[in-house]
């Protein structure tokens, strides 16, 4: 299953490159992708079920890699990989040849199947949760596929807010489940659930499932994101990202069925969502819309189902899980092709449509006759069993049949109405002409609504197939039998009692339409953006009093709320029980570097200009890696010096747009002196406790043996390449997302991939330099040492790169060394000898760094069984003898490239951009 993942996102990758090669016919190349996926489905069919697989992923956490395949998650990789094959197929003639977002289009595309084929399969709650993430930012890109689109800008922002605000809920839930169950494996909570305490937990988790599933009362951002691209509405709200809250009640359904906690909120909702979305979708004239407020009824209807905790209304609610994404996606699709060939989807201003596309009509009548219920499709079986295992004669059962009763009987009603409004002649309006679509475009149509009445006979063996999973509810709840009459005559009749019901409902839909505009008090979508902007005020004044734009402001707040922290709890609990042996030095070095460390922070307390401040706050962070190299760290002595270098240049890039003088702080120096001590007393204190509180012998002397099995002689970088490569990559990360959103607050117009040239200025050479600063400026000596020691400099980084495993160097350090070397070429030559020295865009870099870091941790997964660890080899070379190759390597690399890269983009933002802002003004 994870190659399955792996393929979906090679597709997203390889997305853009190839729609620029192969225009919109590339989407019918990545339909590959959930193609193979519904072979799979079908191979692990034939092969037995469940498919497991899992690998190690923090295994000091418990946590893992664990996916796994059961009958419920195998009908959902078949929805989501066989729906959004034909999907794709379909956008290929659906969306335009020049259309601007092709690329971004399918890597989306891609990118969501995937990660919804992960939701479905993860066996792991925050693993799951990880995939319903991102599916929850697929979405939204997804929706707001125009960005020119207000609607689809705001459809987007607003799925994103609820189902975002949802998820969070959920993990909060996930985590007190699976602390409570001493694990995070779904099976096994299914299968032993934990007992007492669960209420509010569940209610945490409902609250993801339901806003996801767009149930009341989060269903406003189901009709909002109608702004999407028909195929994305297709695939996403019928077939798969609504159905992920509908299939979390379906997996977690066998463990907290039973509970009132889970049962009673899930069909009250479920009974209101159906019964809200079937009344709303009477008087909507917009056809997308219309299946929108349609679908929110149909998720009402697959939540009262999953929600009821029983067997038998499980049992129904595979079998609607199933017909509803066949019928809805189908008439979604359909919206498209009448969309896209009469050049519109208003029901009032369409008439006589069918008879220009009678083929489109039949397949539209056909999915929609599912959905309304009528024999022999796949949807009256879900719903006859619906009906009969609903039949429980208690009041909760009761309760629940009669939502579904009137529900259907909406259902029914807004199925006429959207044949009706697409495809009838209607009185007093020309026929809307029509022209044919391709067999791209109605193929994939045909195919799902036909399958609703293939299937419909195979009722009895798809729920003998779906035993296994329905088997797990405690409560066997009323018999229920998947058939086409199941020979129960209540459910029947009740059927009759629907169609009658919807018929004079669609008769009338002119009264109800006036008496829902009667009814109509506000629209759930103007709550929420009311919602929204007054909590955009709120921010806005907390903001105005917080956010002054004073950085010392800023620095104060953050020392003094440190200090007053350590001051609280020093005065709350005080310390009784402090073991801290006072020592003057272990070594004399450490009392010079004292010394030398006290006289810079001496002397910065008295300079007078920003930049001899930041040269002598620069000494303390030299003192201090001398101070590593004293206690026998020359890694950390090496790294520490060459950061502190670079924050130095860095610096005198910034203060170069500042007065020479500091300004004269607001208050008074005994203050900021008092401050200053108390902080650092705090700080010093805190770390003098956490030794203090050490129960556990330290894991130092252990570091020794496990670098040594990892072929490494260097315990730091074992300790950052394989021990904790976790936080390494994380780290990693982090600094490429600091890099971009500092370096993008100084660009005023949009960054450009080089670095702009006056066209005409020819900037001054010389032997030394491609191109120099003014006369006044330069600097020969400065140009020649640039250019003499450029080569050799970078040749060190190569080596510290190389060395790191086993000496003192470092993907970090080297990278450090190589952006020192590009910097010294900047300074000496200006912003057009930074361009000449490094002619590759900086976000190139920094992609390219965490690229092979990822691929370095997928390489672990794949063959090493778990992500991240590193895969080592012994190569014997002829002539040369054995060489010892490592995929630290490679990991190392990346970091290596990741930090020039973010050398490069500082000197382009801090440097060369302001360099150009100074020249215009």
Not at 41 to 62: C, E, I, K, Q, Y
Not at 675 to 686: E, P, R, T
Not at 703 to 710: C, D, K, L
């Amino acid at each position: 299953m994870e190659s399955l993942l792996i393929l979906h996102a090679a597709a997203a990758i390889c997305a853009p490159w190839l729609t620029r090669r192969l225009g919109r016919d590339a989407l019918l190349v990545l339909a590959l992708a959930p193609a193979a996926g519904f072979g799979y489905t079908v191979w692990a069919v034939a092969a037995g079920l469940p498919r497991v697989s899992a690998h190690a992923w923090a295994p000091a956490l418990d946590m893992s890699l664990s996916f796994r395949a059961d009958e419920l998650g195998v009908l959902m990789m078949a929805l989501v990989t066989g729906v959004g094959a034909l999907v794709l197929v379909y956008s290929s003639r659906y969306l335009d040849r020049d259309d601007p977002g092709l690329g971004r289009f399918g890597a989306v595309m891609s990118a969501f199947a995937g990660a919804m084929l992960g939701l479905v399969t993860a066996d792991d709650l925050l693993l799951l949760y990880v995939f319903w993430e991102l599916t929850t930012v697929a979405s939204y890109l997804l929706i707001g596929q125009d960005p020119q689109s207000r609607a689809s800008r705001r459809g987007g922002m607003q799925a994103l807010v609820v189902t975002t605000l949802g998820g969070l809920a959920m993990l909060a839930g996930f985590v007190a489940i699976g602390e409570a169950a001493g694990t995070y494996r779904i099976s096994e909570i299914v299968a032993r659930p934990p007992a007492g305490g669960l209420a509010v937990p569940l209610a945490l988790v409902l609250a993801g499932a339901l806003a996801k599933s767009a149930i009341f009362p989060f269903s406003s951002w189901l009709p909002a994101a109608m702004a999407a691209p028909t195929p994305v509405s297709a695939y996403l709200h019928a077939a798969a990202m609504v159905k992920a809250g509908v299939y979390l009640l379906a997996r977690l359904g066998p463990a907290f069925g039973d509970l009132v906690a889970w049962r009673a909120p899930a069909v009250l909702l479920g009974a209101v969502t159906m019964a809200l979305g079937g009344w709303r979708a009477l008087r909507e004239t917009d056809l997308k819309r219309l299946l929108a407020y349609g679908t929110v009824s149909q998720l009402g209807f697959l939540t009262i189902l999953f929600g009821a905790g029983t067997e038998a209304a499980a049992l129904a609610g595979v079998a609607m899980l199933l017909a509803h994404a066949l019928f809805k996606a189908a008439l979604f699709l359909v919206v498209g092709v009448v969309d896209h060939a009469a050049g519109g989807r208003d029901l009032r201003s369409l008439s006589a449509v069918g008879r220009a596309m009678p083929w489109v009509c039949a397949v539209a009548v056909l999915a929609g006759a599912s959905m309304a219920g009528l024999p022999p499709l796949a949807g009256f079986v879900a719903k006859e069993a619906a009906l009969e295992s609903l039949l429980t004669g208690d009041l909760a059962g009761l309760f629940a049949l009669a939502a579904v009763v009137l529900g259907s009987a909406l259902t029914v009603a807004y199925t006429l109405r959207f044949l009706w409004g697409a495809f009838a002649a209607k009185p007093g309006l020309d026929p809307t002409p029509a022209h044919r679509v391709g067999a791209a475009m109605f193929a994939p149509p045909a195919l799902l609504s036909a399958l609703g009445l293939v299937l419909a006979p195979l009722a009895g063996v798809y729920g003998a197939a779906m035993a296994a999973y329905t088997g797990g509810f405690r409560d066997p709840g009323h018999v229920t039998h998947l058939a086409l009459w199941s020979g129960a005559p209540v459910p029947l009749l009740l059927s009759l009692l629907i169609f009658v019901a919807g018929g004079l409902l669609f008769l009338a839909r002119e009264p109800v339409a006036r008496l829902g505009s009667a009814l109509y008090v506000t629209d759930s979508g103007v709550v929420f953006w009311t919602a929204l902007r007054r909590l955009d005020l709120v921010a806005l004044q907390v903001t105005g009093i917080t956010q002054r734009g004073s950085v010392p402001d800023y620095v104060l707040i953050t020392l003094a709320s440190l200090a007053a922290v350590g001051v609280f709890s020093l005065l709350y609990d005080p310390l009784t029980g402090l073991v801290a042996p006072v020592v003057a030095w272990e070594r004399p070095e450490q009392a010079v570097l004292a010394v030398l460390i006290a006289a810079g922070v001496a002397l910065a307390l008295r300079a007078r200009a920003y930049v001899v401040l930041a040269v002598f706050a620069g000494l303390t962070g030299y003192g201090t890696a001398l101070l590593y190299l004293a206690h026998g760290s020359p890694d950390l002595a090496l790294t520490q010096f060459l950061a502190e270098t670079l924050s130095l240049v860095v610096f005198v890039l910034v203060l170069r747009r500042l007065p020479m003088r500091p300004v004269t702080g607001r208050l008074p120096f005994w203050f900021r002196l008092t401050l200053g001590v108390v902080v650092g007393v705090v700080a010093m204190g805190a770390g003098m406790l956490a030794m203090n509180a050490r129960t556990q012998a330290p894991v130092g002397a252990l570091m020794a043996g496990v670098a040594g099995s990892g072929h490494s002689d260097n315990i730091v970088s074992a300790l950052l390449l394989d021990i904790r490569a976790w936080d390494t990559f994380g780290e990693s990360t982090v600094i490429v997302v600091l890099t971009l959103g500092v370096t993008s607050l100084v660009f005023l117009r949009r960054r450009s991939y080089a670095i702009e040239r006056d066209e005409d200025v020819e900037p001054a050479r010389t032997p030394w330099l491609a191109s120099v600063l003014p006369l006044a400026e330069r600097a020969l000596a400065f140009e020649v040492a640039a250019r003499l020691t450029f080569h050799t400099v970078l040749v060190l980084s190569v080596f510290l790169l190389f060395v790191g495993h086993s000496g003192v160097g470092g993907g970090f350090a080297g990278g450090i060394v190589a952006g020192l070397a590009i910097t010294v070429r900047y300074l000496a030559g200006g912003r057009y000898e930074l361009a000449r020295a490094l002619p590759v865009h900086a976000g190139v870099l920094l992609g390219a760094g965490l690229t092979l870091t990822t691929c370095t941790g997928l390489a672990g997964l794949l063959f090493g069984g778990a992500a991240l660890r590193m895969l080592a080899a012994d190569v014997t070379i002829p002539l040369v003898g054995t060489l010892h190759l490592s995929t630290s390597l490679l990991f190392d690399l990346g970091v290596y490239v990741s930090v020039v890269g973010m050398v490069q983009d500082v000197l382009r933002a801090l440097g060369a951009e302001l360099d150009r802002q100074m020249e215009e003004r």
